[in-house]
């Protein structure tokens, strides 16, 4: 069964950066697209960024192009999320997820994931 662990976030102020981290436990990183999703108090989860197996598509929301890089390191069986000049609207829970079928255009659908990690908080203060 395969497992997905994020690590990585924490409390820092606006403009700061964080590396998220996403270990894949259990099976082969490489037999997967991945996807960084967040989900702030209040709101829907919301995608964040996507890369596909081979790393040769990559995806974004629109408000952290830019700021945001999604990379993965198949030998390590982790995917990272670097988040640099971090806005207080940044702050949700990050979770990483793993689709065994290729994305191809749907990136961003919770419903394409077939696992999921439980979290890391990241909080931005202005």
């Known amino acids: 069964q395969v497992q997905l662990a994020e690590s990585g976030g924490g409390s820092v102020q606006a403009g700061d950066s964080l590396r998220l981290s996403c270990l894949v436990v259990?099976?082969?990183?490489?037999?997967?697209?991945m996807g960084w999703f967040r989900q702030a108090p209040g709101k829907k989860t919301e995608f964040v960024a996507s890369i596909s197996r081979n790393g040769d598509s990559i995806n974004y929301q629109d408000s952290v192009k830019g700021r945001f890089a999604i990379s993965r390191d198949n030998a390590k069986n982790t995917v990272y999320l670097q988040m640099n000049s971090l806005k207080s609207e940044d702050t949700a829970v990050y979770y990483c997820?793993?689709?065994?079928?290729?994305?191809?255009?749907?990136?961003?659908?919770?419903?394409?994931?077939?696992?999921w990690g439980q979290g890391t908080q990241v909080t931005v203060s202005s």
């Open positions: 259990g099976r082969t990183l490489s037999w997967y697209d």
């Open positions: 997820a793993a689709s065994l079928t290729s994305l191809n255009g749907r990136e961003s659908y919770r419903e394409e994931y077939d696992h």
